[in-house]
């Protein structure tokens, strides 16, 4: 049932080559939000053995542990076996599950429709948060990193991925080091037994991803699937992140806030997470120090001036940089359409601008829109 991000990309990249590309400057979607959004849980999956799905019918997310040693070593529990170049650059959990949680929300064992069903229709963009971390981060990405993103519009509502494709090779260093995240969650979490009980027979641990909903400006109402870190006693959520031991030297401190903290305080706004718990590391992978940072509503802690663009940059300008990006989307994609949205920045190629470029077509599978046209032909009767 699964398809992978770089099936999509092959298969739909095609469709682009003729396309008219639009090329708008960044700055004119750089406009501020007045609040930050409220995040409302709606639902829950979670994958176990990397591939086995399991709806979950009451939240699970793992605990922080009372009790995390210092210093702490990640690299030690490095595996090489675990790095799969293909997919590094992309969520290795496929865009299909996203459609099976909303197939299955909506359907009983015996596959009749409920009657309190999901409509994909209640919302304007069903994304996974990893494509709107993307689009947010390109203002405060000191690196410029492309990526690519591409939404399509069936049945009224529009679905949105990312297709990071960039071909890159691990080795020494950066190989160990892109491990060290997940091994620090694993590491300073764990699950209950009434939380194993939910998963399948067997299951000792999973990933666990949760959808959520929110309103950007008045009108403007998102859905977004994204992986759950951890919590703690009060049930309040966290994202859990690593650093590098900040340098304190202005660059050192620009690289931090634009760096790190930045697109930890987007990902933990998009959940609804309270709090980002940073592990600082040195060279070796080893943590010497924990820290708890309270995620505030509009990111003043990391906030800069941009003189080059010439903009004040905040979580709420970033907020309002998705809302805008996303309602242009919203205002032009018909219902058949596809639409391909490609940052180019890294390799200097084309910092300031966006391209949009649309297509006919979709990217859902044919057993989704099946399901689709099933929950609406249900509803008009």
Not at 153 to 175: C, N, P, Q, R, V
Not at 181 to 191: P, Q, R, Y
Not at 337 to 356: A, C, P, Q, S, T
């Amino acid at each position: 049932m699964e398809s992978d991000i770089g099936r999509i990309h092959l298969k739909y990249s095609g469709c682009f080559q003729d396309a008219h590309d639009e090329s708008l400057p960044l700055v004119m979607f750089a406009n501020g939000i007045k609040y930050t959004p409220t995040v409302k849980h709606i639902g829950q999956y979670a994958i176990c053995n990397d591939k086995d799905f399991v709806m979950l019918r009451h939240r699970v997310c793992p605990r922080i542990k009372d009790d995390i040693p210092l210093p702490l070593d990640l690299d030690q529990d490095f595996d090489e076996s675990r790095y799969n170049p293909r997919i590094r650059k992309h969520d290795t959990i496929y865009f299909d599950f996203i459609l099976q949680w909303i197939k299955e929300y909506n359907t009983k064992p015996d596959g009749i429709i409920i009657d309190n069903k999901f409509d994909p229709q209640d919302f304007h963009i069903i994304a996974k948060k990893g494509a709107l971390k993307s689009l947010g981060n390109t203002l405060t990405d000191l690196y410029c990193n492309d990526w690519v993103l591409l939404a399509c519009k069936y049945e009224g509502a529009i679905y949105l991925t990312d297709l990071k494709m960039e071909d890159e090779s691990y080795e020494g260093f950066h190989l160990r080091a892109s491990q060290w995240g997940s091994i620090f969650e694993k590491k300073t979490t764990e699950l209950s037994e009434s939380d194993l009980e939910q998963l399948v027979e067997g299951a000792t641990d999973g990933s666990f991803y949760d959808f959520s909903s929110f309103a950007l400006g008045n009108d403007f109402k998102v859905l977004v699937r994204g992986e759950l870190d951890a919590k703690n006693d009060d049930g309040e959520l966290y994202e859990l992140k690593t650093s590098a031991i900040p340098r304190s030297d202005p660059v050192g401190v620009s690289k931090y806030k634009r760096g790190k903290l930045a697109p930890a305080w987007l990902q933990a706004t998009l959940s609804g997470c309270k709090w980002l718990k940073f592990g600082y590391r040195d060279g070796n992978g080893v943590i010497h120090d924990i820290k708890d940072l309270k995620v505030s509503q509009d990111g003043q802690e990391w906030a800069f001036y941009d003189d080059k663009r010439g903009i004040t940059c905040n979580g709420k300008v970033v907020l309002g940089f998705i809302q805008n990006v996303l309602q242009k989307i919203r205002d032009e994609l018909q219902d058949g359409e596809m639409y391909r949205i490609v940052y180019k920045g890294k390799k200097g190629y084309d910092k300031e601008n966006l391209h949009f470029s649309k297509a006919p077509g979709d990217f859902l599978p044919d057993w989704y829109k099946a399901h689709i046209r099933e929950l609406y032909r249900s509803t008009s009767q």
